[in-house]
């Protein structure tokens, strides 16, 4: 069952340019938070499951955080060589970790 509703745009209503992008911008915010409202208890979820793996120490927050990162890559189809290339870049230019 989907709860989400879908905000009218009024296309059809008369006025001038930017009444109508006013009126976009204004649906597409009221759009946008139903959607933020709906995913929220899904949003605990997952900060409950990080903490769970954490709590009972099965994966560090580093480990978490790294696992998460490198599957938004993969889903990306992100080029590990390209990505190595500019890990090289950025510390060669901004030095090691530990000069932070």
Known sequence: MNSLKIVDTGTDEPG????????????????????????????EQKKELRTEFMENGWLTKDQIWSAVKAYRLYQKGADMDDLNDMFDAIERQFGGKSEF
């Open 16 to 43: 001038t340019a930017q009444d109508k992008t006013e009126n976009y911008v204004v649906n597409y915010l009221k759009s946008m938070l139903a959607i933020e409202e709906a995913i929220e208890p899904y949003k």
